[in-house]
């Protein structure tokens, strides 16, 4: 069986989770849905970040220790993705022994190999983001930091240094023979324009002061005066968490997933430490964009951020498969932001679920209780049927298989995800065209060959949309679930969509089993009823 290895950014925890941690969270696990629905041997991993010199001031404004107060917010993200409903195989926090002790071995090896070596830094240091700038990126910026405004301040270091100006021509041959590694296209360019500039040596350590704030993070070995820079070790978790026997399996990675403002560290940074350890590269980095809120970008200043109180108010008003819904089909997925506005989700939703697939499961199922006792209707009568040459369903149906399995292995999530959409969209139209409640009003007491005409559609109807329901249960899980107890056809764990979904096959429906109408999914959402909780004023 392939394996397939999905990861998110590991996230800072000197602050609470937000929609924006979420989105990627729960992208990541769409995508590890997906693959293991189609039937690979899926690890996904998510976690914290915990060594961030921010995490000891805010610690200290609290009066707690920086461990303390990393095992507080550790607890708010897991918190926040048990809500989200996240499958994520593992969570590493950065603190923990197993990757700690990873990381030490894996800064030996470079030094051994000499990639690491000691030496003077001089650069635009960037305190916001705990990040330096280069003479020309701090320029080109206007000395200031480019995420957040903030005055750079010019600052000299005695450090570690790693050689990633050795690996440049081998990564940008890497780049060059891989033009899926850098996902979307646009990000590769702008990835490949500022390799333009040849690559500098970069300071991989930090001096360890009287300061409390300094003592925070990973030793270097064998130097107490030194700690490993916060971004290093956070990298070396994608690596720290599967480095063992049981999991070596997954290396290396199908996918890391983030945001564009940490596409750097990922698309150069951590492809060049890794072959500098012989590791075999990630097969893609994908960096998506924002979500905003009602336009505006959310920012602690505004306090505007979706968080947990209003992840859980729609979580609750609309079910948490609704919030995932909206999230992976209408997040930032390629270049612009994405806006995260009520109207819009109500519409989403209403479309794609209530009046989507939620609307003809339950047309489907009522119309299989009230004509065929709750049973799979026998699909006997299809000979009698008109040959209507747009519902070929077995093609249909493998076509749309196919072509979910490669979106999704493309990350086109929305893409993937709107083959089911369209699956149903055209079982609708089927039952526009063969009218099946009319052909139920004829129906007499006993057989007859209205009656295996109705339940040949019916039939269709039914199997589409079981396949509708596999390729919707990645972003919507509980949902998809409660179909295939209402129709019996729970798909079973390990099973290849592929296998699953051809025509007739074993696991097709099988008539004169239960099939039962189920409660209603999705209700239909008022879209003049006030939001769950009011959308803060833009100012
Ligand atoms: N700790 C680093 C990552 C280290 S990975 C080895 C970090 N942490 S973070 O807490 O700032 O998280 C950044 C990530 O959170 C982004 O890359 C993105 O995945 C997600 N998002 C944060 N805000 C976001 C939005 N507004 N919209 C979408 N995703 C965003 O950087």
Redesign the pocket.
Known sequence: MSSYYVT?????VN?RPHI??C??TTLGDVVARFQRLFGRDVFFLTGT?EHADKVVTTAASKGLTPQQWSDINAGEFKKAFAAMNISNDDFIRTTEHRHKEKVEQYIRELQKRGDIYLGDYVGWWDASQEEYLTETAAKEAGYKSPVTGKELVKRTERNYFFKLSAYHDRLMEYIGNNPEFIMPESRRNEVLGRLRERLADIPVSRAITDDATSQWGIRMPDDPTHRIYVWID??F?YLSVVDNESRRRYWPPAVHL??K??LW?HAVIWPCMLMALDKPLPRMVYA?S??IRDGVK?SKSLGNFIDLEVIDAYCKAYSTDALRWFLVTQG?MNNADADFRHAKFVEVFNADLANGLGNAVSRVGNMCDKYFGGKVPDPKGVSSLPDLPDYQWPGIIAQHVRSAIAKADMLDIGGALGEGVALVKRVDAYINVTEPFKLAKKLTPGDSPERDRLAAILYHCAEALRVATLLHSPAIPDAAARVWKAWNCAPPEGMALAHMTTWGEHHSLKPGEPLIKGDILFMRADPAAAPPVPAPRAE
Do not use: C, K, R, V
């Open positions: 998110t950014p590991i996230y800072y602050d924006g941690h989105f990627t970040d956070a990298l978790n983030l945001a403002d940490i560290f998506h924002y979500f959310m930032p």
